[in-house]
């Protein structure tokens, strides 16, 4: 693996756990209503195991496991992005909200490119 191939897979494991740490703190902010609290569940699981399955992905054994791992990182993003659409937020956290949604739909791009170049 080239330098600048290893270095972008350390800027997307950085990228996705960043995203993850953002939805945690959103989770925090939001009213704890019986709904919210469900969803926050969901979320902040769909939101680690974008991350965690790319880690997965970088040390798989084969290409067909790569790209299975991939694949969960896409699906993962979009779930979240639903979870994000869905919980309930203060007019405080809407911005931070939409920019997570946002960084949600750039990922699930991302490793739909990913997909596609490694077919």
């Not at 911005?95 to 997570?100: F, K, R, V, Y």
């Amino acid at each position: 693996m080239s330098e600048t191939q290893n270095s972008k897979h350390y800027d997307l494991e950085n990228r996705t756990l960043k995203f993850a740490k953002n939805v945690i703190e959103l989770v925090n902010k939001v009213s704890k209503t019986l709904p919210n609290l469900e969803i926050s569940k969901q979320l902040i699981r769909s939101a680690g195991s974008v991350g965690a399955n790319y880690i997965e992905a970088n040390e798989s054994l084969s290409k067909k496991d790569f790209l299975m791992r991939i694949k969960i990182c896409r699906k993962e993003s979009k779930e979240t992005c639903y979870w994000l659409k869905l919980i309930s937020c203060s007019k405080e956290s809407e911005i931070e909200q939409s920019t997570l949604i946002q960084e949600s739909q750039e990922l699930m791009k991302i490793f739909g490119a990913i997909v596609e170049k490694s077919k």
